[in-house]
């Protein structure tokens, strides 16, 4: 028996369908796995307004190796309260201020701040007038303290206001504190300097 007797027509069937599953592999090949849409580092790309793929870094995004103003966060230095805002106040801080006051704190302060705000009546004691002149005199500190870690009834806002939003919030108290029918109208400036107190 010589070897071509030995492919009995059993096996070349079997090779005949071995080759055609192997074509049938190959042709689903491609290098669509291998060509992705991915986009390599600095490739330019049309999604984005601004043409590039790098996307610019959250605002407050803070490298490790950065230290932080930890009056920013804490709103004391050296455990000390402080009498100074750790950011600089602007228009936009306080329309973000006002913004978020009024989100957070209208409920119960009221949107004049003198805590007549809508479920006052159910405290006890009473959710505080933020614009008297005892309050006047709080240094920003003291209202960053108590936004932070809550007082008495009212509830921390520190998982939910963050640092930098917290100071806002305090610009826009103080502009009410120093003209309350207009406290957008109010000048940067004067609030930047009334960390220590409203004269
Ligand atoms: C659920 C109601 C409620 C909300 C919302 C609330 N507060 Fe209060 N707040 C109170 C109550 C009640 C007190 C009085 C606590 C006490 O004296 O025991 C208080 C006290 C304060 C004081 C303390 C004044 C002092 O020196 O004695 C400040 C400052 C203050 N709130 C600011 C805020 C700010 C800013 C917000 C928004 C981020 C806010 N509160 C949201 C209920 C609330």
Known sequence: MNRRNA??????????????????????????????SRLKPYEAS??????SSARPLDPNVVARSQSVDVALTSGKREGAIVSSFPITVDGDTLT??????TIYCVPC??????????????FNPKPANLVTDTMKLQPVGHFFDVITNGKGAMF????????????????????????????????????????????
């Open 7 to 36: 492919r009995s027509p059993a096996k070349r069937i079997r090779y005949g369908f071995l080759a055609f599953c192997c074509l049938v592999l190959l042709v689903a090949c491609g290098n669509n796995m291998r060509d992705d």
């Open 109 to 122: 302060h009221g949107a004049a701040a003198d805590g007549k705000g809508i479920v006052s009546g159910y």
């Open 156 to 199: 921390p806002y520190s998982s939910r206001v963050a640092p930098v939003d917290r100071w806002a919030v305090i610009a826009y108290i103080r502009a009410l504190q120093i003209n309350k029918e207009k406290p957008l109208e109010v000048p940067v400036d004067q609030i930047q300097a009334s960390g220590g107190g409203v004269k």
């Open 46 to 51: 049309p999604v984005f307004g601004d043409g």
């Open 96 to 101: 973000r201020g006002q913004n978020l006051y």
